[in-house]
């Protein structure tokens, strides 16, 4: 019984994932030609931001094809808005953020689809509070993307939902992916600077921020994973989710 | 105090695509002198829109930005025909002198315009705008929009009652006090988690997902929104084409060279000006009739 649901599931997300691969396999590289033979030396911003939304586009549209559960819906609304209330909470400590940590942890409990689905939407729904900008969909991005690995990670059984691998996974995660993600739109901003000087000064410069974004989740993620992992656990155990 | 801005009370599929339309072109045309009229344009809504708290921000957190990229840009970018001097054997050319100063302003221009779209773009609308090509997401948007007040005021709540049973986190030692934090943030998690799942019940109970289910809608679209979209679409069309044809073209490197002058040129200056002024003149329309309006009576 328990398998014919997963092998059924498992299919819908093949025939999914194709559409998704088509969109980005065609889209992508059409705009980058558009770059290329139409803006020279300018528009790189606005092409990275489009490419960096069009590759959001697949998963929300995956997303809703699934026509997931209200109950779905709402524990993953209040993820999003416990990660954004306790970036509140720390608002006053620059990159002291427990956004990625309650990500990882929701892309964990939840899965890959509702971990990415939490992590885009938090960013976004945590700049209607701090701010929208040209950063928006980096952050978004990323985040979703934080989500996601945590999800697929655990899924395939190499990310227990312990202490020790949630931290080293959420340090690593902020370090390689979210940091230099939302650099390189700081990158990206300044017109023609893209040289190997820009690149590695902008890098360069995020560098501490990230370590310290990165030691806060890995601070966060040990605190608070288990026991949020386990009050997950149990709402999903009497609920029958 | 904030004022009433004629603009936010079109249809919102207007803000959005002004707002989207805008900001991109700020971004795409490097142009002297359509940077100046976008940066002053954006200036001036956000003042209108935001007041003093406007001005601080752009003094504060936009100033600075443009200051380091007019900075950053000469200071890595050697190339361009017009040497000015040389730092440690580095030249400093006029044109990358020229080329900060334009990503500077297009920087600023571009955030400016985002603190408008804050102001003018509620997350209503927002949700209004995208609640039919993606229900579900726009659902969580608006929950979890919804919760982050509502956890708030039950962190209080949580906060008084363990206060009650002596567990206080404003007084006593500090592990006592972290261990209390740690159980408020606990009670919390749980309520916000068990809540959610009777939210979920309490709609499925009342039909949420069933067939012919219709949304509320606050927002008409009329005569006066008709006007303006078509007034804002032939605009964005002109400027669309003057990026086709090159005619508003600016070289910085190697050597700075601007399409400035002539008939053509001066009329998409134009154009561009009405297109970034679009919300400030209906906010002078709004003004002008309410006066009218009272004059008479």
Redesign the interface.
């Given at each position: 019984m328990r398998r014919e649901v997963v092998t059924d599931t498992e299919r819908r997300r093949a025939g999914r994932t194709t559409v998704a691969i088509v969109l980005i396999l065609l889209c992508i590289p059409a705009l980058i030609a558009v770059n290329l033979f139409f803006?020279r030396?300018?528009?790189y911003?606005?092409t990275a931001l489009a490419i960096v939304g069009l590759s959001l586009i697949p998963f929300?549209?995956l997303?809703?094809r699934r026509?997931?559960?209200?109950?779905e819906?709402?524990?993953?609304?209040?993820l999003?808005?416990?990660a954004?209330?306790s970036r509140?909470a720390f608002f006053m400590l620059p990159q002291v953020k427990p956004l990625a940590a309650v990500i990882i942890i929701a892309g964990v409990s939840l899965g890959v689809e509702a971990g990415f689905?939490t992590g885009a939407?938090?960013a976004?729904?945590s700049n209607?509070?701090f701010?929208?900008?040209?950063w928006t969909p980096w952050q978004m991005f990323a985040l979703g993307l934080i989500g996601f690995l945590a999800g697929v990670l655990f899924r395939a059984g190499r990310l227990p939902a312990k202490r020790a691998p949630l931290a080293i996974f959420g340090g690593m995660a902020v370090l390689i992916l979210y940091g230099p993600i939302v650099d390189t739109a700081a990158f990206l901003?300044?017109?023609?600077?893209l040289?190997w000087?820009?690149a590695a000064?902008v890098y360069l410069s995020g560098l501490p921020f990230n370590i310290i974004h990165a030691v806060s989740t890995v601070a966060f993620l040990l605190?608070?994973a288990p026991?949020?992992i386990e009050?997950?656990d149990r709402?999903k155990r009497k609920?029958g989710l | 105090m904030k004022r009433t801005d004629a603009f936010s009370t079109y249809h919102p599929i207007i803000g959005f695509l002004y707002f989207a339309f805008v900001?991109?072109e700020t971004?795409?045309f490097?142009h002297p002198v359509l940077l100046v009229i976008s940066f002053a344009s954006a200036m001036a809504y956000s003042i209108y829109l935001n007041g003093r708290r406007a001005v601080r921000f752009n003094l504060l957190m936009v100033l600075p930005l443009m200051l380091l990229?007019a900075v950053?840009?000469p200071a890595?970018?050697h190339e361009g025909v017009t040497i000015l001097g040389y730092i440690r054997d580095n030249p400093i050319t006029l044109e990358s002198i020229l080329?900060g100063v334009?990503?500077a302003a297009?920087?600023g221009a571009?955030?400016i315009w985002?603190?408008c779209?804050?102001a003018v773009m509620t997350?209503d609308k927002f949700i209004y705008l995208f609640g039919r090509i993606?229900?579900?997401?726009s659902?969580?948007?608006s929950?979890?929009?919804r919760?982050?007040p509502?956890?708030?005021a039950q962190?209080v709540r949580i906060a008084d009652a363990q206060r009650g049973i002596g567990r206080d986190i404003s007084s006593g030692k500090l592990s006592a006090r972290a261990r209390s934090g740690?159980s408020i943030?606990?009670v919390m998690?749980?309520w916000?988690?068990?809540?959610?799942?009777e939210?979920?019940?309490s709609?499925?109970a009342r039909g949420?997902?069933l067939r012919g289910r219709t949304a509320y809608a606050l927002y008409r679209f009329d005569g006066r929104d008709r006007l303006l979209l078509a007034f804002m679409v032939c605009g964005f069309a002109l400027l669309l084409f003057a990026g086709g044809v090159r005619i508003l073209s600016v070289q910085?490197?190697p050597a700075f060279s601007v399409n400035d002058t002539g008939f053509g040129v001066c009329l998409f200056y134009v154009v561009h000006a009405v297109i970034c002024n679009i919300p400030l003149a209906a906010d002078i329309r709004e003004d002008f009739i309410w006066r009218s309006l009272r004059s008479k009576a």
């Open positions: 803006m030396d300018r528009g911003y606005p929300f549209l997303y809703e026509k997931p559960m209200a109950r819906l709402v524990l993953v609304a209040s999003i808005a416990i954004v209330v509140a689905i939407l938090a976004f729904v209607f509070i701010g929208q900008g040209p901003i300044f017109p023609q600077g040289s000087h820009t000064l605190i608070f026991f949020m009050k997950l709402v609920f | 900001i991109l971004a795409f490097l990229a950053i840009n890595f970018n080329y334009a990503a297009m920087i571009v955030i985002f603190s779209y804050n997350s993606i229900p579900s997401l659902l969580i948007l929950m979890a929009l919760f982050i509502a956890y708030k962190i740690l943030l606990s998690v749980t916000a988690l068990e809540s959610a799942i939210t979920a019940d709609m499925k949420y997902g910085y490197f």
